[in-house]
């Protein structure tokens, strides 16, 4: 985490690392990406969202010397005057988020903890996650899941892929892992269920398995390597 300062004046503490976001950070990243329509303006949303600053109503941009600025208001410190430099400056920070391939850049998580154990459909069913770290996980639903990834572009195999993760409670749940056993069979009929999820908690089950795939091959390069 770093202090945001600006006109030596702490704002609020931005994450600068996957693992300094918090649980609210993580569903706001989420849901962003869905209505961004460039990184830059991702960036900016995260920025207002992270800071917790908001534009002051009926306020025009000011002109300065060879810059700009908006007067916004922070819930700590109140109205403070923000320039375009500091914005500038501040979106750097979240170039941990994204990779580069060529001239695109893609969302490149290192997501490994688990903010979100237990998701609720918009029909209200509740469906049980992995452990951080994807700790739990048996081999044949890391199979599913991998084959489901690797190969997810219609929004059925996203389904599967979410339910082979998230599983309906077990029935007298007494262990580390409240999830019904992973069982193949019952990936068709758990992707209906998944259906129902909000399309963040989609993206987030995607994000949860590739900061943790990314994190075990750090760990352990040979036993995934290829």
Known sequence: MKNLTINNIQVAMI????????RKQVRILCRLCFVMQSVTSFKV?????????????????????DDVAWWMRSPKTGNILVKLSDVNFVLKEFDFIFRREGSTLYVNSQLV???????????GRRLWGPESALNNISLGEFIRAESLYVEMAARELVDRFCATLYR???????????????DDYLVEKD????????????LYVQLLYQGCKAYMASKFPNALAG
Do not use: E
């Not at 992707?191 to 989609?202: N, S």
């Open 168 to 182: 309906p409670r077990k029935r007298n749940a007494d262990t580390a892992d409240p999830r019904r056993p992973f």
């Open 15 to 22: 994450p600068t690392y996957w693992r300094d976001l918090t």
């Open 191 to 202: 992707a209906r269920i998944a259906r129902r999820l909000h399309p963040w908690q989609k």
């Open 113 to 123: 903890v688990n903010h979100f154990p237990v998701l609720r459909t918009r029909w």
């Open 45 to 65: 949303a995260l920025f207002m969202n992270f800071s917790g600053l908001s534009l002051l109503k009926g306020m025009q941009p000011l002109a300065m010397k």
